[in-house]
């Protein structure tokens, strides 16, 4: 018996070509574009959709193919560890990361099958450090120059 992921054998596009797919959701616009700008910056070959709404973003995931996720954790109502959940359910092969002002998030964050924890406001040395810890390889993955010389 081939030990292969069924979702491997079910995917017709090469792998080592595809463009890394990145989403972000964060409920305050001006945190969501600035973060969007830092990740755009340190992985300038990635695909970047960000979502003020978790419902939107959960949406997303359920019909495309998400390599990596960047979640606040308090967004109104909609708990980023709740999302991370559902997320993870759809796409157990799903890089999630945390983003919060708030680190005593971190420990409950550890629950679920998050690759990293950042603190608010995302800053790219952080993000590249983060970025080296993911737990699901992403194909076509590289961070700018600068951020690989670190």
């Not at 945190?31 to 709404?53: D, R, S, Y």
């Not at 092969?93 to 099958?113: D, I, K, Q």
């Amino acid at each position: 018996c081939l030990e292969v992921e069924p979702s491997a054998l079910l995917l017709d596009e090469d792998l080592d070509s595809r463009i890394p797919t990145i989403i972000m959701v964060d409920d305050e616009r001006a945190i969501l574009a600035g973060n969007m700008g830092i990740v755009c910056e340190t992985i300038p070959a990635a695909e970047v959709t960000g979502f003020l709404k978790p419902s939107e973003a959960l949406r997303f995931v359920r019909f495309n193919h998400v390599d990596i996720a960047f979640l606040d954790i308090a967004m109104g109502k909609t708990s980023g560890i709740d999302l991370c959940e559902q997320m993870i359910e759809i796409n157990p092969r799903l890089n999630v990361f945390f983003l919060t002002a708030y680190p005593e998030y971190s420990l409950r964050s550890w629950e679920t099958h998050a690759c990293g924890f950042l603190v608010k406001p995302l800053v790219p040395e952080d993000l590249s450090k983060q970025l080296r810890r993911l737990r699901h390889p992403v194909s076509g993955l590289s961070l700018t120059e600068q951020e690989e010389n670190e």
